[in-house]
């Protein structure tokens, strides 16, 4: 039995989930949760990186053309 290969070693499967555009779109609306909790919950950095990844999400949505998810 051989041992399972490296992630960066398998084939690219095509992307059966909506693609590049969803994905940023559903990521952005994860992060914004992730966000509010750690901030809710006094984690400064960790919600102040959350934000970080918000914006770059939530720009990869604007340049796509795509809307991102509306703010809670």
């Known amino acids: 039995m051989s041992a399972p290969s490296d992630r960066n070693d398998r084939p690219?499967?095509?992307?059966?989930?909506?693609?590049r555009d969803e994905a940023a779109s559903h990521i952005a609306e994860a992060v914004r949760d992730l966000a509010q909790l750690a901030r809710r919950h006094k984690h400064d950095t960790l919600g102040f990186l959350l934000d970080m990844a918000l914006m770059e999400a939530e720009e990869i949505v604007r340049l796509r053309g795509k809307p991102a998810s509306p703010k809670s």
């Open 12 to 19: 690219a499967k095509p992307a059966r989930d909506g693609g």
